[in-house]
């Protein structure tokens, strides 16, 4: 863990973090720490639209691809999306459930979850933060390489329910902002799937402190309780 505590710069003389500026283990969160992070998330974003240049000039081949993905899954017996989806789309209040689920847990549970973590569990945050950099440098390298065409785009059989049905999504993630053959990793399933890993590792942790913690209180009562025992005047014979 100590590698993570000293990948930010600290504030305290010779490259030491001053224990008044910031808690055991917590590199300390100032201003300049703050802007480091702004920039290396518009860094990101200028790369995604680098790529995202790039991706849009082969709709047919990332479409093509999608197709053979749809049937590679058909050889295997385990293309169940087209099925899965015919099972809610005759009901409003469960296209809608699902919409507001794919656009609502997505990056505003993933920039609060960063928030959070930035603010309570530092060390978690950087795990997360560098983990979601990593895997987003990896899509991007495989999203200019090979692009592909989600089932939504394939013309498959397959309802766009969140586009034909929901405004929100486009709120949220404008169609300049939207690269359309980025299925290839899922990184909106991907990046939940990192937030939660990290959120239940944190809750695993504090689970596992409760029995200790109840422990201790029953060991501080019965301490606390035993010199009132001891005081006690002795009656007279």
């Not at 863990?1 to 808690?23: I, L, Q, R």
């Not at 990290?198 to 200790?212: N, S």
């Amino acid at each position: 863990m100590t590698t993570w505590t000293h990948f930010e710069d600290s504030d305290g003389p010779g490259g030491e973090c001053n224990e008044s500026d910031a808690p055991s283990g917590n590199p300390p969160r100032d201003f300049r720490e703050l802007f480091r992070q702004v920039l290396l998330v518009t860094f990101a974003g200028f790369v995604y639209f680098g790529v995202r240049g790039l991706t849009q000039g082969s709709p047919a081949e990332a479409v093509e691809r999608g197709l053979g993905i749809l049937e590679w899954e058909e050889s295997l017996g385990i293309a169940i999306e087209r099925e899965a989806q015919q099972l809610i789309v005759g009901s409003e209040m469960l296209v809608t459930l699902a919409n507001w689920v794919y656009i609502w847990f997505h990056w505003p549970v993933i920039i609060a979850t960063l928030v959070w973590l930035h603010r309570n569990h530092r060390l978690e945050y950087l795990l997360l933060r560098n983990a979601m950099f990593v895997s987003g440098a990896i899509g991007m390298v495989i999203f200019a390489l090979y692009p592909v065409a989600p089932p939504r785009l394939t013309e498959a059989g397959f309802i766009d329910t969140v586009t034909d049905l929901s405004t929100s999504y486009r709120v949220l993630q404008p169609p300049a902002l939207v690269n359309k053959y980025a299925a290839v990793p899922s990184l909106h399933v991907g990046w939940n799937l990192l937030a939660g890993i990290i959120v239940a590792m944190i809750g695993l942790a504090v689970a596992q402190r409760i029995p200790a913690s109840l422990r201790s209180m029953g060991r501080a009562e019965k301490a606390s309780a035993e010199p009132e025992m001891t005081d006690e005047p002795k009656l007279s014979q």
